[in-house]
C-alpha cells in the first residue's frame, strides 16, 4: 500500500540512500555523499518538515525535496528534486507523488511553487505541466576565458560598490521571483557578492556573482546568478555593463560562467554574447505554479 510521510520520519542515513536511489538511471545521477547531502539541506533552504516521502508499506520509494521563503509576504515554495527509485518507475506514482507535495505547500499557505527541469527531460516537463505547472522562462548556462573588453570610460561614469549577497535578501535590487539557488537568500551567500552600478546616489543596475578565490591568490573563476537594472533610466543599460564587466572581472583572464541565468534578460545577453560567452550544453526550464493569489 502506498502511503506518504514528511521526510523528517527518516535518518539522515536513509534519506540519502532513498536521494543516490531516485536519481539511478536519471539525465543527471546524483553521486553526492552523505555529508553533502545533509549541507544541501542548510545551503539550499531546503526542509525535511515539508519535503515528502512516498512509502510501500515501510519501504521509501520516492521522494520529493522542498524549500519555503518568505518575500515580501509572500511565501514562495521550491521543489530541489524529485525521485523515484527504478523498480517504481512507469507506475504513474509521479502524479501522485508531486500532487502530494503540491498538497503539503498549500497547507502551509504557499503562494508560488517553483522548480527547474532539464530541457531534455521532456517527461519530467510533461509530468509538471500536468499537475498545474507552467514554464515562465529558460535558463542559460553560459561560459567565457581569458581576459574580455574592459571599457573603462563606461566604468568611470558609475560608482560600483561591492556588498555581500545577504545584505541584497529582500531588498529591490533584484526580483523576487527567480530560480531558488540565483536568490541571495541561497547559494551565492556562500561567498556571493552583488556589484552595484550608482549615479547620483540611485541604484541603477547590479549583478549576482560569487567568485572562487583562495585568500592571497589570483582569482580561478567567477559564476553570475542574476542581474538587474532600472530599464527607465536613459543609463540604465549602461549602468549594467558596467556592474557586469566589474563583477565578471573582464580585465582578468579567468574562467567565467552563468548559473540559471533567465533568458528574459533580453537586456543584457547580447553584451555577454558580444564579448565571448558561449552557450553550453545544458540548459534548463523555469517553472511556477500559482497555489494561492
Not at 542581474?227 to 579567468?254: C, K, M, V, Y
Request: with cysteine; net charge negative; aromatic share 10%.
Amino acid at each position: 500500500m502506498i502511503t506518504f510521510k514528511t521526510m523528517e520520519h527518516l535518518t539522515f542515513k536513509e534519506a540519502h540512500e532513498l536521494f543516490i536511489n531516485g536519481f539511478e538511471g536519471y539525465f543527471t545521477p546524483m553521486k553526492m555523499p552523505l555529508d553533502a547531502f545533509i549541507a544541501r539541506f542548510g545551503n539550499d533552504n531546503l526542509s525535511a518538515g515539508i519535503s515528502i516521502v512516498m512509502f510501500d508499506e515501510d519501504r521509501p520509494v520516492g521522494f520529493v525535496l522542498q524549500g519555503i521563503r518568505e518575500v515580501n509576504g509572500e511565501k514562495i515554495a521550491w521543489n530541489g528534486g524529485t525521485g523515484i527509485i527504478p523498480e517504481y518507475r512507469g507506475k504513474k506514482l509521479g502524479t501522485i507523488l508531486i500532487e502530494k507535495a503540491l498538497e503539503l505547500l498549500s497547507q502551509q499557505k504557499v503562494n508560488i511553487a517553483t522548480l527547474e527541469a532539464l530541457s531534455i527531460n521532456q517527461p519530467a516537463i510533461k509530468l509538471y505541466e500536468k499537475v498545474g505547472y507552467k514554464i515562465i522562462d529558460t535558463l542559460h548556462f553560459w561560459e567565457a576565458e581569458g581576459v574580455l573588453n574592459y571599457d573603462e570610460k563606461i566604468a568611470s561614469e558609475f560608482e560600483l560598490k561591492r556588498i555581500p549577497a545577504l545584505q541584497a535578501v529582500n531588498s529591490i535590487i533584484f526580483p523576487a521571483l527567480v530560480p531558488w539557488q540565483v536568490d541571495p537568500s541561497i547559494t551565492p551567500k556562500a561567498g556571493g557578492e552583488a556589484i552595484i552600478a550608482m549615479k547620483d546616489s540611485e541604484v541603477l543596475a547590479a549583478c549576482l556573482v560569487r567568485t572562487k578565490q583562495k585568500f592571497g591568490s589570483e582569482a580561478e573563476g567567477v559564476t553570475l546568478f542574476q542581474a538587474s537594472t532600472n530599464n527607465e533610466h536613459p543609463d540604465g543599460i549602461r549602468a549594467l555593463q558596467a556592474a557586469l564587466q566589474e563583477g565578471l572581472h573582464f580585465n582578468r583572464s579567468i574562467k567565467r560562467n552563468t548559473y540559471n541565468l533567465e533568458d528574459k534578460m533580453q537586456n543584457f545577453l547580447p553584451f555577454l554574447k558580444n564579448n565571448g560567452f558561449k552557450n553550453t550544453d545544458i540548459s534548463q526550464v523555469f517553472m511556477t505554479k500559482q497555489l494561492m493569489e
